[in-house]
């Protein structure tokens, strides 16, 4: 996992300014530890006394995935969430409130790929796994 200061290093190395929203968003995605979706977001910072404006939100996120700094997470084709860039890894889905959490799949996906590749021509760029179902709290 990528830490605030690792991110922060890359900007500078890179000559861009270190604005209060870039080192805002950056530490709360370090700290969230999963994809967030901006109403997340907003509230996180609201509760903290930051002023984020939704426009200045998505421009700044934006811009730190144009940097490489961030991801943007598409869940079931729609449902958009934010979180930085690093290891590549897998989400579940909890269908009941929502959640979205980080796993490391322990299998290499890599010979499906190769597989893909070879029986049908097709040649896979990236790929995304999501499992769906309900959560600890929800599924009691």
């Not at 861009?16 to 979706?37: D, E, M, N």
Request: hydrophobic residues 40%; neutral net charge; glycine residues 6%.
């Amino acid at each position: 996992m990528r830490t605030k200061e690792a991110c922060l290093q890359e900007l500078k190395t890179k000559g861009i300014r270190l604005t209060r929203s870039r080192k805002a968003l950056i530490s709360f995605l370090v700290a969230a530890h999963a994809p967030r979706a901006i109403p997340e977001i907003q509230t996180s910072f609201q509760k903290e006394g930051i002023v984020f404006h939704k426009t200045t939100l998505y421009r700044e996120l934006e811009f730190l995935i144009n940097e490489g700094i961030v991801k943007e997470v598409i869940v079931s084709g729609e449902k958009r969430y934010y979180e930085l860039v690093g290891e590549h890894h897998h989400h579940t889905v909890c269908l009941s409130c929502g959640d979205i959490r980080d796993i490391v799949f322990r299998e290499n996906l890599l010979p499906i790929e190769q597989a893909l590749s070879q029986e049908d021509g097709f040649q896979v760029l990236e790929h995304s796994l999501e499992f769906f179902g309900l959560c600890r709290m929800c599924k009691i």
